[in-house]
């Protein structure tokens, strides 16, 4: 910090200490595209100084202001700048650039002691000639935006809201660098920096909202555009972006008969897993979390629900398989864990464990699956495998599901399916392992499938009958002589 004074010091131009800084009476116009104050260049200040500046900016133009002054985090002095929104921003011995937005700016000088030295000069900006990057609403993008583009997000259905994210998981100072404009573009009404923004209504008014970052400077964080329509429904909607060396850990709750939502966004993995799951009132009926893919906007039903009333001990970890996904809180009060990494202990199984596998096209229809889907379900010791398959879709003949249950020491037991299918009824099956093996990768192709894991009850003398390969036709008769 030091240093960094001395350095910023040594570049200044030397405070002339006769200068002009009487206070500017006139408001700034664009008729007056360039200045400077004090017009002579830096100049130390009086004691008990106060002067407003006033700026009169049309829409389509921003002032980029450049300021040096001398202030210390502690100085009793000040140079702060109020945007349009009113804002205001105080700025200090490190701080030089600020865009003030139309259609109006201050500048407040006020002094204490006679050691401070302040200069700034102005420029109007003509900024209708940036380039335009348009989005729909659903999307979520790195905040890195480029420079002199900005980002437009239309809405088919009423207000566009924005949620932010940081990479880092604490508070990313560096939103403020993005503003926001009320509209299509930037003629619209600045409505905040984004970081104002998304601590306070998160909305826009009108049907598009366009976001531009002047600075330049890269901001660390994701950002969320969705209808409001969409997340209105919830009492509380937040954006978090995970990453595979962050575990996420998060208490949330719901009032009662309302829900809350999180859209978690993964940067790096497509795939994740609920942990830890625990309602804090297990008296209390109805309390559910449930996961879906993709964004609210994207309509997805439910593929996991987690009731209050069910054990949620052996569903954890539960396996999803999308980089998007909204886990929605319906009038509970819960502690929830979630890692976005391959996780061992999704393969590794004992009595008690229970879940769902789904196809990856299941967790995500959009996306084209390129390699098949393969489970290695283990158990140290022997135990019953229940696996109840809901759904076969076969799109491509020669596609199929596998599911084998079997030991090391002991013959296999196998389903195979390669045509459409649904219900095809609980099965059971002894071993130390439960493999599903799904080669489907047309984008129509996929399984659902519940299971749990049992105690072993059977005795050694009955054995596990070998079934190869054999047609989902005769699935359900063949099966009843299992358990
Ligand atoms: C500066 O003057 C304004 C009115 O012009 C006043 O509201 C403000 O309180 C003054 N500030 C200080 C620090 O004296
Ligand atoms: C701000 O002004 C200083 C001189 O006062 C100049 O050296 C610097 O390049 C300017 N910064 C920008 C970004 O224009
Ligand atoms: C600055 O203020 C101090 C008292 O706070 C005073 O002694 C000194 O003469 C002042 N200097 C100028 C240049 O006005
Ligand atoms: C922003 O970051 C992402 C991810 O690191 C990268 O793919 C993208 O090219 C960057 N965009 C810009 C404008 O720098
Ligand atoms: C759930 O939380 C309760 C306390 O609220 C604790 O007693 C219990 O052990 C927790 N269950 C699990 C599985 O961690
Ligand atoms: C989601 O549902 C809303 C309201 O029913 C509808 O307007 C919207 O188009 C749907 N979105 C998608 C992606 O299906
Ligand atoms: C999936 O494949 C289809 C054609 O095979 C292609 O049109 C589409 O863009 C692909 N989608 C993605 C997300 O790659
Ligand atoms: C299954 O578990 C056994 C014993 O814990 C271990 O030796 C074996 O490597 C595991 N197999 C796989 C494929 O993980
Ligand atoms: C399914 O497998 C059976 C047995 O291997 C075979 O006879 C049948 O032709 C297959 N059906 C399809 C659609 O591939
Ligand atoms: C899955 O099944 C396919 C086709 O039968 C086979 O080629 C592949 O080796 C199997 N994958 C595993 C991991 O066993
Ligand atoms: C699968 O892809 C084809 C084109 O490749 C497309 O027409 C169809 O809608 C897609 N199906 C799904 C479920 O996405």
């Known amino acids: 910090m030091q240093q960094l004074i001395i350095l910023v010091l040594l570049v200044l131009p030397a405070p002339s200490l006769g200068g002009d800084v009487t206070c500017p009476v006139a408001t700034i116009t664009e008729n007056t595209p ?3 104050f004090p017009a002579e260049g830096s100049a130390v200040f009086p004691a008990n ?6 700026f009169q900016i049309p829409a389509g133009q921003i002032v980029k202001i450049n300021v040096t002054n001398n202030l210390l985090f502690d100085s009793p002095d000040s140079f702060t700048i109020q945007d349009s929104a009113l804002a205001l921003h105080r700025m200090y011995i490190v701080d030089d650039i600020f865009y003030l937005p139309a259609t109006i700016g201050k500048i407040q000088i006020t002094t204490e002691t006679n050691t401070s030295s302040f200069y700034f000069t102005w ?30 997000f239309i809405s088919s259905r009423g207000g566009v809201a924005f949620h932010t994210s940081s990479i880092s998981g604490y508070t990313d100072t ?28 998160s909305v826009s008014k009108g049907r598009s909202l366009t976001l531009v970052n002047f600075y330049g400077a890269s901001v660390p964080s994701y950002g969320i555009a969705n209808d409001y329509a969409a997340i209105s429904i919830y009492d ?23 829900e809350s939502a999180i859209t978690f966004y993964s940067i790096d993995s497509q795939e994740s897993y609920i942990t830890y799951l625990n309602f804090t009132n297990p008296d209390e009926t109805g309390h559910e979390v449930r996961v879906k893919p993709m964004t609210p906007m994207e309509n997805y039903t439910d593929l996991l629900t987690y009731n209050v009333d069910d054990s949620t001990d052996g569903q954890v ?26 996780s061992l202990e999704w393969s590794t199984v004992k009595p008690g464990r229970t879940g ?9 229809p959009t996306e084209n699956v390129t390699t098949p889907y393969y489970n290695y379900f283990n158990s140290t010791n022997p135990v019953k495998f229940v696996f109840d398959i809901q759904s076969v879709a076969i799109e491509d003949s020669g596609e199929k599901l596998k599911v084998e ?7 296999n037991f196998a389903v195979v399916f390669n045509t459409t299918v649904t219900n095809t009824g609980e099965k059971a099956a002894h071993g130390t392992y439960m493999t599903t093996n799904f080669t489907g990768i047309s984008n129509a192709s996929s399984f659902a499938m519940k299971f749990t894991v049992e105690n072993n009850v059977e005795t050694a003398t009955k054995s596990v009958r070998r079934i190869s390969v054999f047609m989902a036709l005769f699935a359900s008769i063949i099966f009843n002589f299992v358990i």
């Open 34 to 36: 360039v200045g400077a």
């Open 49 to 54: 100084y106060n002067c407003t500046i006033q």
């Open 174 to 201: 560096a939103l403020a660098q993005i503003y926001v404009y009320d509209g299509a573009d930037l003629n619209a009404k600045f409505i905040g920096n984004l970081k104002v923004f998304t601590e306070t209504d």
């Open 405 to 411: 249950v079997g030991s090391p020491t002991s013959s």
């Open 356 to 364: 769902w596998v789904y196809s990856p096209s299941i967790w995500n």
């Open 123 to 152: 420029q109007y900006i003509d900024i209708t000639t940036f380039e335009r990057i348009q989005k729909p609403t659903g999307t979520i993008l790195a905040l890195n935006l480029t420079a002199n583009t900005f980002y437009q």
């Open 236 to 258: 509380g909607y937040f954006f978090h972006v995970l990453r595979s060396d962050i575990d996420f850990f998060t208490h949330q709750w719901a009032k009662k008969g309302m």
């Open 317 to 342: 970890p539960q396996q999803i398989l999308i980089n998007t996904f909204t886990v929605t809180f319906y009038q509970c009060d819960v502690y929830l864990n979630i890692i976005s990494r391959p």
